[in-house]
């Protein structure tokens, strides 16, 4: 795939000396804005790959029933409850309101200022001015430039300003679709040998979870989270200036991005720690989630690439160049040895169960039940006993020897109807005939009588098509 993107042809002598940026998703975004269905479709059947979605949880996520939160259906009233829900309906251009491209636009500005900012000591922890904070707040509203440089502003105002605009949003930065999916990455743990769970988390599958399910998030979410784990994974970084570990910028975090609104910690309870957890683990590895799987950047080339439907010229034309051609005998051949070694595997995974299956049945207790099932395995050539080796394949399992007189009623009764029927398809195949079958002809009939005898090669094999048997036998050229 990278061989087709990496012809630029350019007549600009300007340009030329400029590098040249290529995004290994753009099949990817390509297929999200063209066919968001389909390429919903691709991403979900993979997440459900990795973590288990019952029913309801997965039209959660879909979209098709409306999220079940903790804390949704209790007729509690706190303090904290009532206060959270009086901030969001004082909603204004940027602060309370749906994000929106414009409202990303003005936080931006916030956080490419902290960007210059990281080693003030307890950022993000240590609350700034509150007077300073509404004269900034109301700038941002009313979609002003602000220059955050000019010393009229702290560092403090600006990050507990940023966090107070994601707390004001109508729903969590990761949407409360995801928040089942969220608890279910956490719980995505490695096993030991004897295929038992363990406490130690499966990091690549994580990240992996994590990849497709930020590949749905509606798009100006996944902007916005982008910007804001970069500037969490710079802060944790310098955290021997600021004192701000991944851990604790977490802490400071996950209510605003991941919790679902109007909830306490009460009725969260044992999902805090998987919650601040899983922000933990965004932080840390923000640099490879924004990156789509390569089998959903290769399933996504495919999708063009591989009909003339949706290609270009200019794509068609790159495939059909020698550079592509070269590659497709290998990704054949690659594909072959994969095919083999699956195939392996799973017999010889299939011939250790039936060992195992023998010897347990040869353990047991002498009874009219284990000389039945010793008789099951007997009338089945493919069952292995811990003595045998590993049985022939079909292809290459020799046939059971037959009778002089069955071969005769074989070859009489049956040669005619499968030529009748060979000869109604438009390309018929020549007749494959057995080896013993050649010798029986042979010396059966003379070298007049196979005048109608014609020697193909196909794929080193010789191939005969002679006289039927029974046109032999009526001519009185074959006795038995």
Not at 45 to 60: C, F, H, K, V, Y
Not at 320 to 336: D, G, V
Not at 438 to 457: I, R, T
């Given at each position: 795939?990278?061989?087709?993107?990496?012809?630029?042809?350019?007549?600009?002598?300007?340009?030329?000396?400029?590098?040249?940026?290529?995004?290994?998703?753009?099949?990817?975004?390509?297929?999200?804005?063209?066919?968001?269905?389909?390429?919903?479709?691709?991403?979900?059947?993979?997440?459900?790959?990795?973590?288990?979605?019952?029913?309801?949880?997965?039209?959660?996520?879909?979209?098709?029933?409306?999220?079940?939160?903790?804390?949704?259906?209790?007729?509690?009233?706190?303090?904290?409850?009532?206060?959270?829900?009086?901030?969001?309906?004082?909603?204004?251009?940027?602060?309370?309101?749906?994000?929106?491209?414009?409202?990303?636009?003005?936080?931006?500005?916030?956080?490419?200022?902290?960007?210059?900012?990281?080693?003030?000591?307890?950022?993000?922890?240590?609350?700034?001015?509150?007077?300073?904070?509404?004269?900034?707040?109301?700038?941002?509203?009313?979609?002003?430039?602000?220059?955050?440089?000019?010393?009229?502003?702290?560092?403090?105002?600006?990050?507990?300003?940023?966090?107070?605009?994601l707390g004001e949003l109508p729903?969590?930065?990761?949407?409360?679709?995801?928040?089942?999916?969220?608890?279910?990455?956490?719980?995505?743990?490695?096993?030991?040998?004897?295929?038992?769970?363990?406490?130690?988390?499966?990091?690549?599958?994580?990240?992996?979870?994590?990849?497709?399910?930020?590949?749905?998030?509606?798009?100006?979410?996944?902007?916005?989270?982008?910007?804001?784990?970069?500037?969490?994974?710079?802060?944790?970084?310098?955290?021997?200036?600021?004192?701000?570990?991944?851990?604790?910028?977490?802490?400071?975090?996950?209510?605003?991005?991941?919790?679902?609104?109007?909830?306490?910690?009460?009725?969260?309870?044992?999902?805090?720690?998987?919650?601040?957890?899983?922000?933990?683990?965004?932080?840390?590895?923000?640099?490879?989630?924004?990156?789509?799987?390569?089998?959903?950047?290769?399933?996504?080339?495919?999708?063009?690439?591989?009909?003339?439907?949706?290609?270009?010229?200019?794509?068609?034309?790159?495939?059909?160049?020698?550079?592509?051609?070269?590659?497709?005998?290998?990704?054949?051949?690659?594909?072959?040895?994969?095919?083999?070694?699956?195939?392996?595997?799973?017999?010889?995974?299939?011939?250790?169960?039936?060992?195992?299956?023998?010897?347990?049945?040869?353990?047991?207790?002498?009874?009219?039940?284990?000389?039945?099932l010793i008789r099951q395995f007997n009338k089945h050539p493919t069952?292995?006993?811990?003595?045998?080796?590993?049985?022939?394949?079909?292809?290459?399992?020799?046939?059971?020897?037959?009778?002089?007189?069955?071969?005769?009623?074989?070859?009489?009764?049956?040669?005619?109807?499968?030529?009748?029927?060979?000869?109604?398809?438009?390309?018929?195949?020549?007749?494959?005939?057995?080896?013993?079958?050649?010798?029986?002809?042979?010396?059966?009939?003379?070298?007049?009588?196979?005048?109608?005898?014609?020697?193909?090669?196909?794929?080193?094999?010789?191939?005969?098509?002679?006289?039927?048997?029974?046109?032999?036998?009526?001519?009185?050229?074959?006795?038995?």
């Amino acid at each position: 795939s990278d061989a087709i993107c990496n012809f630029v042809i350019c007549n600009d002598s300007s340009l030329r000396s400029q590098p040249i940026i290529f995004n290994p998703d753009f099949f990817v975004e390509k297929l999200r804005h063209e066919k968001p269905e389909v390429f919903t479709e691709l991403v979900v059947s993979n997440i459900t790959r990795l973590i288990d979605l019952p029913g309801a949880e997965l039209a959660q996520l879909m979209g098709e029933e409306d999220p079940k939160l903790p804390g949704a259906n209790s007729t509690a009233s706190g303090f904290f409850r009532s206060l959270m829900s009086l901030k969001r309906k004082e909603k204004g251009v940027v602060f309370g309101s749906p994000l929106t491209e414009e409202g990303i636009a003005q936080v931006s500005q916030l956080i490419e200022y902290l960007h210059k900012n990281l080693r003030a000591e307890g950022l993000f922890r240590v609350p700034g001015n509150s007077i300073r904070q509404q004269i900034l707040k109301d700038a941002l509203n009313s979609g002003t430039d602000i220059d955050l440089d000019s010393g009229d502003f702290h560092s403090n105002d600006v990050a507990t300003l940023l966090k107070m605009f994601l707390g004001e949003l109508p729903e969590p930065l990761l949407t409360h679709k995801h928040f089942h999916a969220h608890l279910k990455i956490a719980d995505l743990t490695l096993f030991d040998e004897k295929g038992n769970k363990t406490s130690t988390p499966d990091k690549e599958r994580q990240i992996e979870a994590l990849q497709l399910l930020f590949l749905i998030l509606p798009a100006p979410n996944r902007s916005l989270l982008k910007l804001l784990l970069d500037l969490l994974y710079q802060t944790a970084k310098k955290q021997d200036k600021n004192k701000m570990s991944a851990h604790n910028l977490a802490l400071m975090f996950a209510p605003h991005i991941l919790w679902p609104r109007n909830v306490t910690a009460n009725d969260l309870q044992e999902n805090i720690t998987k919650l601040n957890n899983g922000v933990t683990f965004m932080i840390k590895h923000s640099q490879k989630l924004f990156k789509a799987p390569a089998y959903i950047r290769e399933c996504a080339r495919l999708h063009y690439l591989g009909s003339r439907a949706h290609t270009s010229k200019d794509d068609l034309d790159l495939l059909t160049s020698p550079a592509s051609k070269e590659l497709q005998p290998l990704k054949s051949q690659k594909r072959s040895r994969l095919d083999t070694c699956h195939q392996e595997e799973t017999q010889q995974r299939t011939e250790e169960a039936l060992k195992e299956l023998f010897r347990h049945v040869h353990n047991m207790p002498d009874s009219a039940k284990k000389k039945k099932l010793i008789r099951q395995f007997n009338k089945h050539p493919t069952a292995l006993t811990p003595g045998s080796g590993v049985p022939t394949s079909p292809a290459v399992r020799r046939t059971r020897s037959r009778s002089f007189s069955g071969l005769i009623k074989r070859k009489v009764l049956g040669t005619p109807v499968i030529l009748e029927r060979k000869s109604r398809d438009a390309t018929p195949e020549p007749e494959r005939v057995s080896k013993e079958n050649v010798h029986l002809l042979q010396k059966c009939g003379s070298p007049a009588h196979m005048s109608q005898a014609k020697l193909k090669s196909l794929d080193g094999r010789k191939e005969v098509r002679c006289t039927p048997l029974h046109t032999l036998l009526s001519a009185g050229n074959l006795t038995c």
